[in-house]
Structure formats: C-alpha cells, structure tokens
C-alpha cells in the first residue's frame, strides 16, 4: 500500500467509523502510553483500513491517536464554550459530539478506577510498614526490658561453678550474636518496605529505625557489660588455681 496517510483528510465519516471502534475495543482499560493499550490502537488502525467506504490510508497508530485527542480537545472547548454563554442549557448534540462525549465519560471512569487502586495499593504499603516498625519495636522493648534488670554473678569456688560460668558466657555470647542479626533483618526489612515510598517518608522512617537501632545498641553493650563481668570472674578462678 502506497504511503497515503498524510495527504487522508478527516470526515464526519471517518471520524464516526473511528469512534465506533473505539466504542467497542477496551482502549481504555490500559494505561495512557502502555503496550497492551499501543495494541489496541493498532487493532483499529487495521479494522479501519480494511473498510471499503470510507477509504482510510493509515500508515500507524500515531494518526487515529492524534485525532482522537484532537477531536476531545475540540469538544470540550466547545462545551465551556456553550456553557459560558447560555449559562445552563447548551445546544442538542450530534451523533459525532455523543460519541465522543461517552467516549471521555468512558476515558474518564477507568482513569477514576485507577486513580482509586493507586491509593489503595499507597494505604496497604504505609500499612505494612508501620505494623514491620511496630513488630521491630516491641521486640526491642521486650529484650531492653530483659537486659535492664541488674544481674549479679558470684564468683565461681570450684571446677562446677568454672564449667557453669563456661555455660552462661557462650550463653551470652549467642545471645549477642542474635541481637546482632535481628538488627540486620529489621534493617533490610525496612529497607525492602520502603522501596516504594517517597524519599521524604523514607527519610523519616530511616530516622525511626537509626533510633530503634540504637536502642538495640544500647542492650548489646549492656550485654558486653556483662560479658565482661564474667570474663573478671573467670580470671579470678583461674588465679585461685594458679596459687595453690
């Protein structure tokens, strides 16, 4: 087929032809600039060319575009136009200006839908991560409530208190190794929540998690505290030992 699409020229005939299409394909249940809707576009430029009467010469998707927008554009200029200067009435429609009225209410209503699921899927993520920076606090409480009780330990007087003392420092030791790690998944975990909120949330709920990491920080020296507690008493068995 000869290149002919720029010499075609629009008729009311045409125009009709291209609504009705438009009508009965879901164009607008695509996103504006999508593939899938790229593919729709495509399938009416072909039905279009294969009419017989009118004759349309489209080389691509671009022209039954452009004239779509060009044809809403007009309508509703025309509309506020007529609105302004009846004031309430305006003139009855033709079938062309129906058309493309039902066309924008129907254009209108899917970008409505989307606008709503948007917000939707906006709410369920804030959701998500406040209950994540929820759950990582009441675990921070529970084991800063665990750790602040003042522990004494007496000091070892024979071979069973030193195997005893052994215990409860490896006892310690992996319960360090395990704040540790807890403090690693809550940061990924909310690192992962926020991939999909804006920077100025990300930046205040980073703020909340360096202070829910210093809380942990703070439990961790406490127990190195008591780690080294320990490491005293075990210095002292050994020097009882060493002196007898």
């Known amino acids: 087929m000869a290149d002919n699409s720029k010499k075609m020229e629009w008729t009311d005939e045409h125009d009709l032809l291209l609504m009705r299409e438009m009508m009965v394909s879901d164009l607008f249940q695509y996103k504006k600039g999508s593939p899938n809707r790229g593919l729709v576009w495509d399938s009416i430029v072909e039905n279009l060319n294969k009419t017989e009467a009118p004759v349309f010469t489209l080389k691509d998707k671009r022209s039954v575009r452009d004239r779509w927008s060009l044809l809403k554009a007009k309508f509703k200029q025309k509309m506020r136009e007529e609105e302004r200067a009846s004031g309430i009435d305006i003139d009855e429609l033709s079938e062309k200006e129906s ?53 004494k330990f007496k000091k070892p007087r024979g071979s069973c208190e030193l195997v005893e003392y052994l215990r409860e420092r490896s006892s310690k030791e992996i319960e360090i190794r395990r704040a540790e ?64």
């Open 99 to 151: 058309l493309i009225e039902e066309l924008c209410q129907k254009e209108d209503s899917f970008l409505e839908v989307a606008s709503v699921q948007k917000q939707k899927e906006n709410a369920n993520a804030i959701d998500i991560r406040m209950t994540a920076l929820e759950r990582m606090g009441e675990t921070s409480k529970r084991k800063s409530d665990g750790q602040n009780s003042d522990v």
């Open 181 to 244: 790690l807890e403090v690693k998944r809550n940061e990924q975990e909310i690192q992962n929540q926020l991939s999909t909120q804006a920077a100025t949330q990300q930046t205040e709920v980073l703020k909340m998690m360096q202070q829910q990491n210093l809380k942990m920080m703070e439990s961790q020296a406490l127990l190195l505290q008591q780690q080294q507690q320990l490491s005293t008493a075990f210095l002292d068995i050994i020097q009882r030992f060493t002196t007898k």
